[in-house]
T-cell receptor, first 112, second 113 residues
Framework: DGGITQSPKYLFRKEGQNVTLSCEQNLNHDAMYWYRQDPGQGLRLIYYSQIVNDFQKGDIAEGYSVSREKKESFPLTVTSAQKNPTAFYLC???????????FGQGTRLTVV | GENVEQHPSTLSVQEGDSAVIKCTYSDSASNYFPWYKQELGKRPQLIIDIRSNVGEKKDQRIAVTLNKTAKHFSLHITETQPEDSAVYFCAATPNNAGNMLTFGGGTRLMVKP
């Protein structure tokens, strides 16, 4: 199960605090993505990055921020501006935008 | 942009029966169509994919068919087993720079023993 790693698996934060979710891949993939999944729901795209030092907003970017300073890493910060941050967050990577995406194991964030 | 719709949202079958999940897409430029299986609490994993230059692809009990004219593609699982129970997602992506996988809403498949 190597390749793309998310940490931690479970994360608890108090309301109003920013929190950063880690995503690292050693697959030499150019493209990386962050999805949010709510219970019983599909995958919604938060941010994506086609190449290092570049990223674009997805469908639900409000309240989130990302950086892509290194090819291997694409951390996601959930800010206090995100109104409903409790969810399952999935990171993915692919060789490019038109190939299979490999997913990390996910981080379940609970904000209390 | 691309829009992918997936049906049904839930599907219950008896063990040994077949299951079919259908997806439609909107962008005629889409040319890559993967299917992912997500077991409860786990990451989605690719189970089969198809590109637009073929109409059908099969891997043991799983097959995918693609109708480019109608812009729909389907996942077929034969001889279903309880371990096939999971959520299945279809996706589509156009072969244009800046476009990415767009997922369907998912189908919860339940295989009753």
């Amino acid at each position: 199960d190597g390749g793309i790693t998310q940490s931690p698996k479970y994360l608890f934060r108090k309301e109003g605090q920013n929190v950063t979710l880690s995503c690292e891949q050693n697959l030499n993939h150019d493209a990386m993505y962050w999805y949010r999944q709510d219970p019983g729901q599909g995958l919604r795209l938060i941010y994506y990055s086609q190449i290092v030092n570049d990223f674009q907003k997805g469908d639900i970017a409000e309240g989130y921020s990302v950086s892509r300073e290194k090819k291997e890493s694409f951390p996601l910060t959930v800010t206090s501006a995100q109104k409903n941050p409790t969810a399952f967050y999935l990171c993915a990577s692919s060789i490019n935008m038109n190939t299979e995406a490999f997913f990390g194991q996910g981080t379940r964030l609970t904000v209390v | 942009g691309e829009n992918v719709e997936q049906h049904p949202s839930t599907l219950s079958v008896q063990e040994g029966d077949s299951a079919v999940i259908k997806c439609t897409y909107s962008d005629s430029a889409s040319n890559y169509f993967p299917w992912y299986k997500q077991e409860l609490g786990k990451r989605p994993q690719l189970i089969i994919d198809i590109r637009s230059n073929v109409g059908e692809k099969k891997d043991q009990r799983i097959a995918v068919t693609l109708n480019k004219t109608a812009k729909h593609f389907s996942l077929h699982i034969t001889e279903t087993q309880p371990e096939d129970s999971a959520v299945y997602f279809c996706a589509a992506t156009p072969n244009n720079a800046g476009n990415m996988l767009t997922f369907g809403g998912g189908t919860r498949l339940m295989v009753k023993p």
